[in-house]
């Protein structure tokens, strides 16, 4: 059993894949409940209603960011967690989510995906064929000129903000989409090499590094920003 794990967003993503079996779930955000509350007592419910046991679990998939700061850490710890029971690990990028709920729908890009990087920005990777481009930051009124012509998809909670920029993708049933992007990103990616630990791939620093920056001088890059995806 392998268990798909997004909990990089407000929405929580829950993927279950045993064989050719799957099942999956969406947690949509509660007012006042965190992920670290709602996260697993989904998931004990979603391994009861596959007919499974947690003892079954041999490897989870898990996005490492970018996104929230507090839902990501709780994801990745989760999965840090479950990984010393003896399950192998493999990190996603929310990024790589939406590319391959693109390509499942039937297109292959060239495309740019774009995500809320909050203070007035956006979080932009080009994708095409399945291969991403470099990650990157960029103020939302230059998003025309860094996305060259290129369509674009972007979740539908941040889309509405982007109204006036032309070239938009959508998706028919983007939650659909998303918990089938998961299940087959759990499939795929535990065919490769386990990646263990687990590093967040944020794209800022956090809002205590931004306001300390010499409290975070001696972290690498790695620890402040994640590695590149």
């Known amino acids: 059993m392998l268990l798909g794990l997004d909990t990089a967003s407000e929405t929580i993503r829950l993927a279950l894949v045993a064989g050719e079996r799957c099942w999956t779930r969406t947690i949509p955000a509660e007012r006042g409940r965190s992920?670290?509350?709602v996260m697993l007592p989904a998931l004990d419910r979603l391994v009861a209603e596959a007919g499974l046991r947690k003892a079954d679990l041999a490897g989870v998939v898990c996005c490492v960011g970018p996104g929230g700061f507090t839902g990501l850490r709780t994801g990745v710890a989760t999965?840090?967690?479950?990984?010393?029971?003896g399950a192998r690990t493999w990190g996603f990028s929310s990024f790589a989510l939406w590319a391959e709920a693109l390509r499942l729908a039937g297109q292959p890009g060239p495309f740019g995906i774009l995500l809320d990087g909050q203070r007035g920005e956006a979080f932009l990777q080009r994708w095409q064929g399945g291969r991403p481009g470099q990650a990157l930051r960029a103020p939302m009124v230059d998003l025309e000129a860094a996305l060259a012509g290129e369509p674009w998809f972007a979740p539908a909670s941040f889309a509405a903000r982007l109204e006036t920029l032309p070239g938009r993708l959508c998706l028919e049933d983007e939650a659909a989409a998303a918990e089938a992007a998961l299940a087959s990103l759990t499939l795929s990616l535990s065919?490769?090499?386990?990646e263990a630990p687990l590093v967040p791939f944020y794209?800022?620093?956090t809002d205590a590094e931004a306001k300390f920056p010499e409290a975070s001088a001696h972290l690498p890059e790695?620890?402040?920003l994640g590695l590149p995806r």
């Open 35 to 37: 992920h670290s509350v």
């Open 79 to 85: 999965a840090e967690g479950l990984a010393l029971t």
């Open 191 to 194: 065919r490769e090499a386990p």
């Open 203 to 205: 794209l800022r620093e």
């Open 222 to 224: 790695a620890h402040r």
